[in-house]
């Protein structure tokens, strides 16, 4: 996927957690499919996994999920991997890695009303979490001090966006009124294969690394990366949130997916598809498709 990406191995994995956490030593190792886009995991017995980075950018990702999963997935009330347990450089792998709670359930295969709801209730739960933290650095910030990338992104996938409609797109969401600047706690990366569900609904929410504050805006990804336009209007209505925020929401929502399709078109296939189909809910959602 990557260029510069690391290859786990299971044997290096039983390894280290048999050096660092012994307790653990005899739990059968697993490696699970590949469906995020920068760490490697591995079932460690029924109730835990193991996440190692595999790309130098998530390298500092067991610290920050330690430091928010646990706390923050328990204030909104919904399950999550927190973390059990660090691990150390060793036996060739390089970076900090973590023994984490297995979050059992699925990803969501369609949006519902009812899936549509319970991301509302999640959004809106954190958002009224009273802590202090970190700042989400990346929807921290005017969407209009990124419109240079977005145009050089859309440019770059020309041959298959339609790059006037996507900038129009662009420009309606940055003539928003601005963020206030008064942070709230986001996820941070609320895509459908960070969801989890069981019989229809949602129980919880994996990949807390992101978690920060910044724009409230800046969590209404769903609407266009997952819901439908029927569920997208119900997330919408459940919220509340008023049209500014709502057209902030669908930039930071283009600025992903313009982000992801131009570098995983030819390296991760599901993803790019997954970019392509939010890009063309953002232009639904804007009154700019047929």
């Given at each position: ?5 690391l ?12 050096d ?14 590949h ?19 595999r790309?130098a ?33 060793g ?47 990346r ?17 770059a ?6 790059v006037?409609?996507?900038?129009r797109?662009w420009?309606q ?25 069981r019989?229809?609904?949602?129980v919880?929410l ?8 910044a ?12 819901l439908?336009?029927?569920?997208r ?19 930071w ?22 970019a ?9 959602d804007?009154g700019?498709?047929?």
């Amino acid at each position: 996927m990557h260029d510069d990406e690391l290859t786990v191995t299971a044997d290096q994995v039983r390894a280290l957690v048999a050096d660092q956490h012994p307790r653990w030593r005899d739990l059968p190792v697993r490696p699970l499919p590949h469906r995020g886009t920068d760490h490697a995991l591995f079932r460690l017995g029924d109730d835990l996994a193991v996440r190692m980075p595999r790309i130098a950018w998530a390298r500092d990702a067991a610290d920050r999920e330690r430091d928010s999963t646990g706390r923050l997935s328990a204030l909104v009330g919904v399950e999550a991997p927190v973390p059990v347990a660090a691990g150390r450089p060793g036996h060739g792998y390089p970076w900090r890695w973590s023994v984490v709670r297995w979050v059992a359930g699925s990803t969501p295969s369609r949006p519902t009303v009812e899936l549509a709801l319970d991301l509302a209730d999640v959004v809106g739960r954190l958002r009224a979490v009273d802590l202090p933290g970190r700042r989400n650095d990346r929807r921290a910030h005017p969407l209009g001090d990124l419109t240079e990338q977005v145009a050089a992104d859309a440019d770059a996938v020309r041959d298959e966006v339609p790059v006037d409609l996507v900038l129009r797109a662009w420009a309606q969401s940055c003539a928003a009124d601005p963020w206030d600047g008064r942070g709230v706690w986001l996820h941070g990366d609320l895509a459908p294969g960070n969801l989890v569900v069981r019989d229809g609904r949602l129980v919880g929410l994996l990949d807390w690394g992101g978690a920060g504050l910044a724009d409230p805006a800046g969590d209404l990804g769903p609407a266009w990366n997952f819901l439908d336009a029927p569920s997208r209007a119900t997330f919408r209505d459940a919220l509340g949130d008023d049209h500014a925020t709502w057209l902030r929401g669908r930039g930071w929502a283009l600025r992903q997916a313009l982000l992801q399709l131009p570098y995983y078109r030819t390296r991760y296939v599901p993803l790019a598809d997954h970019a392509r189909a939010t890009i063309r809910a953002v232009l639904q959602d804007a009154g700019l498709t047929d």
